[in-house]
């Protein structure tokens, strides 16, 4: 049984920094593409940032470009998110999600329909 679980979210000032983590059990962490998405109360789910399995190539929103970083370590099974200069739009509840070839195309990365196993999510609130 695949388990994808998020964790590191919290309450943080407008400008400030969080660090999330997503660790995968019951599959072969190194065998599929990972992506991290965001979703706001009343919004559709947005794509944030994907990386492949090797860690080689990366897709990124441009709203998220030059702030947030996606990173893998795969003897770890973990994915994680670092995330700079948060503003309060940037509140929301953030997925981890595992697919394999999911980061291969520069136009099907976002889609959601590309990944397979999700987790619950793990809510980042931005304060002005």
């Known amino acids: 049984q695949v388990q994808v679980v998020e964790s590191g979210g919290g309450l943080v000032l407008a400008g400030g920094s969080l660090r999330l983590s997503c660790t995968v059990s019951?599959?072969?962490?190194?065998?599929?593409?990972m992506g991290w998405f965001r979703q706001a109360p009343g919004k559709e789910r947005e794509a944030i940032s994907c990386?492949?399995?090797?860690?080689?190539?990366?897709y990124d929103a441009d709203s998220v470009k030059g702030r947030f970083t996606i990173s893998r370590v795969n003897a770890e099974k973990t994915l994680y998110l670092q995330m700079n200069s948060l503003e309060p739009e940037d509140t929301a509840m953030y997925y981890c999600?595992?697919?394999?070839?999911?980061?291969?195309?520069?136009?099907?990365?976002?889609?959601?329909?590309?990944?397979?196993?999700w987790g619950q999510g793990t809510q980042v609130t931005v304060s002005s």
């Open positions: 019951g599959m072969t962490f190194g065998d599929v593409d």
């Open positions: 999600a595992a697919g394999w070839g999911a980061c291969r195309f520069v136009g099907s990365w976002s889609s959601p329909h590309e990944y397979k196993y």
């Open positions: 990386i492949s399995r090797t860690g080689r190539y990366t």
